[in-house]
Nanobody, 124 residues
Framework: VPLQASGGGLVQPGGSLRVSCTVSGFRLDSTGIGWFRQAPGKESEGASY??????????NYADSVKGRFTISADNAKNTVYLQMTNLRPEDTATYFCASGDYAPDVPFHGMDSWGKGTLVTVSS
């Protein structure tokens, strides 16, 4: 499995959680990498954009998570992280990592490869 997300779970509103994505078969610094999420019951809408790091290191965030989420990578471990703080119930979703060159408004956000997601539930 080229991408494997982990670290999801149940967290209270205002809490923090870090999810991880381990990649195999390619170097993390050779491609763009990103996080996307799909809220429960909205499978027909597809996954929405959360954050990406381009292959040249530029980082971007969705407005809804800016200032609360941080994407980072450990190239030696071939692992990318998404640190989430001040979590809100509306952040509840299955979080997916994907590799490729992000492009808005195209199928699958232009990403080439997707891993299985990890569920994050924000609830009291």
């Amino acid at each position: 499995v080229p991408l494997q997300a982990s670290g999801g779970g149940l967290v209270q509103p205002g809490g923090s959680l870090r999810v991880s994505c381990t990649v195999s078969g390619f170097r993390l610094d050779s491609t763009g990498i990103g996080w996307f999420r799909q809220a429960p019951g909205k499978e027909s809408e597809g996954a929405s954009y959360v954050s990406t790091r381009t292959r040249d290191g530029r980082i971007n965030y969705a407005d809804s998570v800016k200032g609360r989420f941080t994407i980072s990578a450990d190239n030696a471990k071939n692992t990318v992280y998404l640190q989430m703080t001040n979590l809100r119930p509306e952040d509840t979703a299955t979080y997916f990592c994907a590799s490729g060159d992000y492009a808005p408004d195209v199928p699958f956000h232009g990403m080439d490869s997707w891993g299985k997601g990890t569920l994050v539930t924000v609830s009291s």
